[in-house]
């Protein structure tokens, strides 16, 4: 009868174990999937937001002629070009998307889009490497884990009479030209998304797989442990 027991619980405590390692191997893949899909959700979200900023960018520095010049043709600077209407784009949609996105470069002239650590970094391989057109990764601002995107600048035609020969001389904005030439890196989009949400519904979706794995193992024991009684009688 001992002999018996005993290979009930064998068998019990066998089948427990190749359940639970099935069951695991399930979880940590599915674990994986929803990261990699997450982080794919977070990926095009920051294209889509750097996308409309580059076509804003680009829209605004084609009409520069039109905004700066009155009927008669008088020429009077607004303070309306690329840079300054990706910034105040960027403050009004900060403030209410729970999202930050910032044009940032290595020498600012305002120093609200001055880079930090990170950016500093990113943009280095931007640089370095002018295939890059995208790059990512995480971070932690103020405790908070976030998703971090970055895009390059360029300048172009459109920039040289800010940023274009003579260095030193003083542009209509009222900084000094830095002597860039047309391609020449011009900086990132820089965007940032929190990860609290997306970590939250990982946690859930876990926490469920668990306890579903749990009720697994428990039904599969007691109906093993059901059968073989029934087969010891």
Not at 113 to 118: C, G, L, M, S, W
Request: proline share 4%.
């Amino acid at each position: 009868m001992r002999y018996r027991g005993n290979l009930s619980l064998k068998i019990i405590v066998g089948v427990t174990a190749v359940i639970l390692l099935i069951m695991t191997v399930n979880l940590l893949w599915s674990i994986h999937l929803f990261w990699k899909q997450g982080e794919a959700e977070l990926k095009e979200k920051a294209q889509v937001i750097c996308q409309q900023l580059l076509a804003t960018r680009s829209f605004i520095a084609s009409k520069q002629e039109d905004i700066n010049r009155d009927a008669e043709g008088n020429y009077h600077f607004k303070h309306l070009n690329p840079a300054a209407v990706g910034k105040g784009i960027s403050d009004k949609f900060n403030r209410f998307s729970g999202y930050s996105f910032k044009q940032t470069r290595f020498m600012v002239r305002d120093k609200e889009n001055a880079p930090d650590t990170f950016e500093i970094e990113k943009m280095k391989e931007l640089m370095a490497d002018p295939e890059l057109t995208e790059i990512w990764g995480y971070d932690e601002l103020g405790g908070v884990r976030v998703f971090r995107y970055m895009t390059p600048l360029y300048y172009d035609g459109s920039c040289m009479p800010c940023h274009g020969e003579p260095a030193g001389e003083i542009d209509v904005s009222g900084y000094p030209r830095e002597g860039y030439a047309p391609g020449d890196f011009a900086g990132a989009i820089s965007v940032v998304f929190p990860m609290t949400a997306f970590e939250t519904h990982q946690y859930e979706n876990i926490f469920s797989q668990v306890i579903c794995i749990l009720l697994l193992v428990l039904a599969t024991v007691g109906m093993i442990y059901s059968l073989m009684k029934h087969i010891v009688i």
